[in-house]
Each structure stands twice: as structure tokens, then as C-alpha cells.
């Protein structure tokens, strides 16, 4: 795109008629430029990311100076130059939001903004997470928890922070705000980047490096230095080939060992970019991303194994891991003066696949781990006085241990057409969004699938049926009707939305008000609902239709 540049100077000019000669100062205008603003440049106006989403790049951008309630935008500066290890870091920073790293390495994040959400690890469900504008959720209407978190640091560009509710635009689970994630674009020049991150973490009991060989001879020093290395590895290639076309490949490979003893981690993330500029006005974006993650998760300590060993791991079986396929394209079109009226027109399409399988132990909510049952039996085996165990669960010296299984997955489609048309009269200027947006979902879930067999039950709840593992866990019940936990409970889901908002602004956009509605079909569709999870059919008809209305108005007014 060509532009007419004004240049302008200051100076000082020195004219010497003659040797007495007085020296004259001469001050040229602003710079300042004149042609069509840049098609990447919609700042404040209108929005040509993935779903129509706005992503600003900083708190300079005008759209972030006229939000009417509370955004911060993270840049790729305040990334990058504040010594930020993983997401969850960079989140920190952001006032209202309260950040659980219960992993330790960026792979299951608990986000909360202003209280709301974050029951326990990945539950994220009052916090709507987007990338790129799109879902990352299992399943965005069904299963409002972060599964799987589908994101590395190294890959991110910058992250865009809403507090506050805004389901007009973005849809349903956005109680507490949105976290939108940008990841990095394809440059105009093609750049090659590799980057190696190690992380050491200072866990050798007699505050050095590593531990010393103990007396037995047993190299603990290697095994602890093994222990205390993660590795964040990441490369990228790409940029514009011609004017019209180009592609980005990106990968992240995280490796090694979490903040605690024997908590083996692996993350990897490549992703995919293509681009294609029909002309000015007209383009075409498409991505393809694969995440596999598999972690430790090493669990609480009870106050007497912290005192021994804060690093220990004594959930072994306490696991978590899975994958996300996510595939998408967007076509944009651009029309009109945006001084008049012009805006953007957007059709999404994005879809993913998810899986993931978390193994635990019937001990999952006990903090006493060592297998001593009285003071004798914990003073021989070394431990403090005053130890002492009232629930031991190990397979070896309990018959109610079980390790549970919890797999499912998720089939997303979704399409969305959207439209940001601006309409500007000189006192008063709208700004209409407007759109469509339909999902479909099919929500594989297997619950609590036991490793261990028992014998059938001949009495009591659930007789003449065959357990999988005895009943040990907290709030589980065995499938009277199915018997066993083999069987997949299969939600096919269907969600269709319709959004209307409209931004007035008056006397230079000093006041303005935006009232919106959206409008929600919801169709669940479960075939063994009733059985799998002893809904009586009476409350199974009401949750099979549960259209709803959103509405919302923003008013705002800025004095200066």
C-alpha cells in the first residue's frame, strides 16, 4: 500500500551574510501523513481476527482507551522484557486475576478474575479462554473446564485480558471475563527464530546444586541434577513469499522435570499458518495446531512428609495427559469508509478434536501417604515422633485401593458469519456487530474407569452387579443400571446463536451507549443419559431445549 508522507523538520538555520551576521531560527510543522490507513491497522474500529474478535496490540491502542469497563492488554514487549517464564506469570500481573499453577510448568493453568471460577486444577469455568479469538474448551456449552490447555509461552505474541461479563459478543461462560491469547503472525519478511529456555530448579536438600553421593555410594547427585532440569526448546520459520501469499511453522517442545521429585513432563505444540490476500480488500487465513501433553501431578503433602522431603512425589499414579487437533480459516472482506460507512465482513469456520485420560489413586484426597499404621511401625521406619497414619491407601496393605481412570473426548465444528458495520453521521457514529454463530458437539465420556476388579456384590446398593474397583472415592457411586463403567456416556449436542449489539457514540465520542442481546438454541441430545447418570425423565425433557436470552447494556462517559 502506497502512502503520501508529509515531511517536516526542525532546524536551526545559520545565515552568515557577514562576520556580524545574527542567527536565525526557522520551525517547520508537524509530521504527519495522508493516504488510506494500513488493512491491518483497523485500531478502535473494527476487528479482522479469527471470529471477528478484536485484538489489540497494547493499552495504547484506541479501542482498549474507549473500552467502557476494565482491559489490559499484555504486549509482546511486556512479555518478553519482564523475565516471564510461562502464561500463568505473565498472567500474574493483570490486577483481578488470581493465577493456580498446579502444574509448574504452564500445562493446566487455574484462572479466576475477580473471585469468580477456578474450582480446582483446569477449572477455569467463569473465565471464557480464547485463542485467537476461538474456544479452547472441550466442549464450550457442556464441559466448561480447561482439559486441555492447547497454548506454550514461546508461541505468544500477546494476550488481551476483559474483566467483566460480555456474552452478547463472545457467548455463554464469561461470568468473570475473557482471556484472549494471540499467537505469534506471519511477518511481511521472512524470519527464522530459535530460542532455548532451562529452567533449574533448586531442590538439593543441602541447598546446593545437586545432592552429594550418600554413604551407601548411590550417585544422587546425577539423579538429583536429573531431577532439577526443564527444558522449553522452540523454533520458527516463516513470513510473506509474495505479496499474496504466506506461511509460519511454529514448535514448542517443553521437557523434563516439574518443581517436584519424579515428576517427568512433556509438552508439545506445532502450529501451522497460512495467509492468502486476494486483493486489498479480501483475504483468506487458515491454522492447523497439534498438543500432546502428559504430566505428574504430584499432589498435597501432609505437614509431617513437607518437614521430611517438600519435593517428594508419593502420588506416583497421579497422571494426567492428553492431545488437541485445532483446525480453522477465516475469510475477511473490507468494504466501504470507515469516516462514513464501511466495516469488515467475516465467515469463520474452526473446529477441534480433544482427548484426554487423568489416572489417580483412591488416595487422591488423603495427604498422609506413608504406609505405617502405628507409632512403633513409623519410628522404625525412621520417620518423626508423633507421626502417625489413619487412612493408609497403597495396593500393597489396603484392599480398598483402586486407580480410577477419567477419559473423554470431544468433537467441536463450529461456523460463524459476523459483520462490523460502522455508520458515522458526524454528531453520532454506530457501530453495529452483528452475527451468527452454530456448533456442533459430540462429548464422549467414560467416568472413574477402575484398573482394579472386584468381586460382585451379593448385597447392599448395587447387588448382582460387577464393580470395577471398590468404592472409595469421594461422591462415587457405581452405575446401578449399567453395571459396569465401561460403557461411553455420548452427548451430541447442538448450539445455535444469534447477536446483535449497537455502539452509540456522541459529542466526539465522549458518551456512549451499547446495548445488545443475544439469543441462544440449545438442543442436548444424550442417549443413555437417564441410565448413565440417573436423571429421571421428567428433568432429562427440560435440559433436551434450553434456549436462553442474554441481553446486555454498557453505558459510558468520559469527562476528559
Not at 453521521?425 to 458437539?441: A, D, E, P
Request: aromatic fraction near 12%.
Amino acid at each position: 500500500m502506497h502512502k503520501k508522507v508529509l515531511l517536516a523538520l526542525t532546524a536551526s538555520l545559520i545565515c552568515q551574510e557577514s562576520l556580524f551576521a545574527k542567527e536565525k531560527d526557522y520551525t517547520l510543522g508537524k509530521v504527519s501523513t495522508a493516504g488510506k490507513k494500513d488493512k491491518s491497522d483497523y485500531s478502535g474500529q473494527v476487528n479482522l481476527g479469527y471470529s471477528g474478535i478484536t485484538a489489540p496490540k497494547s493499552w495504547q491502542d484506541e479501542e482498549v482507551k474507549k473500552y467502557t469497563g476494565s482491559r489490559t492488554v499484555i504486549s509482546n514487549k511486556a512479555l518478553t522484557q519482564q523475565a516471564n517464564q510461562s502464561i500463568e506469570e505473565a498472567l500474574q500481573n493483570v490486577p483481578g486475576l488470581q493465577i493456580r499453577n498446579a502444574t509448574g510448568v504452564g500445562a493446566m493453568p487455574t484462572i479466576q478474575i475477580r473471585g469468580f471460577g477456578a474450582g480446582g486444577s483446569g477449572h477455569s469455568d467463569a473465565t471464557l479462554m480464547l485463542v485467537n479469538g476461538i474456544p479452547v474448551y472441550m466442549a464450550p456449552y457442556a464441559h466448561i473446564e480447561l482439559d486441555i490447555f492447547p497454548v506454550t509461552f514461546q508461541a505468544i505474541d500477546r494476550i488481551d485480558v476483559i474483566k467483566g461479563g460480555g456474552s452478547v459478543q463472545y457467548g455463554p461462560n464469561t461470568y468473570g471475563g475473557i482471556v484472549n491469547i494471540i499467537t505469534k503472525p506471519i511477518p511481511t519478511q521472512w524470519e527464522n527464530q530459535a530460542a532455548e529456555r532451562i529452567t533449574y530448579w533448586a531442590k538439593a536438600r543441602n541447598a546446593g546444586f545437586a545432592a552429594p553421593p550418600d554413604k551407601t555410594g548411590d550417585p544422587s547427585f546425577i539423579k538429583s541434577l536429573g531431577n532439577n532440569l526443564l527444558y522449553n526448546t522452540y523454533v520458527r520459520s516463516g513470513g510473506m513469499i509474495n505479496k499474496h501469499v504466506g506461511i509460519q511453522a511454529q514448535a514448542n517442545w517443553v521437557r523434563g522435570q516439574g518443581f517436584r521429585d519424579n515428576s517427568p513432563s512433556s509438552i508439545s505444540n506445532y502450529w501451522l499458518d497460512g495467509i492468502y490476500d486476494i486483493n486489498e480488500n479480501n483475504g483468506i487465513k487458515a491454522y492447523y495446531q497439534y498438543y500432546d501433553f502428559a504430566i505428574a501431578q504430584p499432589g498435597s503433602l501432609s505437614e509431617q512428609d513437607y518437614k521430611i522431603n517438600r519435593f517428594a512425589n508419593l502420588r506416583p499414579l497421579n497422571q494426567k495427559g492428553g492431545r488437541s487437533q485445532r483446525f480453522g480459516a477465516v475469510y475477511e472482506n473490507r468494504f466501504g469508509d470507515l469516516d462514513r460507512v464501511g466495516g469488515t465482513f467475516s465467515f469463520t469456520y474452526y473446529g477441534q478434536l480433544m482427548t484426554r485420560d487423568f489416572q489417580v489413586s483412591s488416595s487422591y484426597n488423603s495427604a498422609n501417604m506413608v504406609t505405617c499404621f502405628s507409632e512403633a511401625a513409623c519410628r522404625a521406619a525412621g520417620l518423626p515422633a508423633g507421626y502417625n497414619l489413619a487412612v493408609p491407601y497403597y495396593a500393597t496393605n489396603y484392599n480398598g485401593w483402586a486407580e480410577v481412570e477419567n477419559p473423554v473426548r470431544s468433537i467441536n465444528n463450529a461456523f460463524e458469519p459476523k459483520v462490523n458495520l460502522i455508520v458515522n453521521t458526524g454528531k453520532v457514529r454506530q457501530t453495529f456487530i452483528m452475527g451468527l454463530r452454530f456448533m456442533t458437539t459430540t462429548f464422549l465420556q467414560r467416568q472413574y474407569l477402575n484398573t482394579n476388579e472386584c468381586a460382585t456384590k451379593t448385597s447392599g446398593e448395587g447387588a448382582g452387579f460387577l464393580c470395577e474397583g471398590p468404592n472409595v472415592m469421594s461422591g462415587w457411586k457405581p452405575h446401578i443400571k449399567h453395571g459396569v463403567y465401561r460403557n461411553w456416556n455420548n452427548w451430541r449436542n447442538n448450539y445455535t446463536a444469534v447477536y446483535l449489539s449497537d455502539r452509540i457514540e456522541a459529542w466526539d465520542g465522549r458518551f456512549f451507549i451499547v446495548p445488545g442481546l443475544r439469543y441462544a438454541f440449545v438442543q442436548y441430545n444424550n442417549e443413555n443419559a437417564a441410565n448413565w447418570a440417573q436423571i429421571p425423565e421428567k428433568d432429562l425433557r427440560k435440559i433436551k431445549h434450553m434456549n436462553n436470552w442474554m441481553p446486555s447494556t454498557n453505558i459510558g462517559f468520559i469527562p476528559v
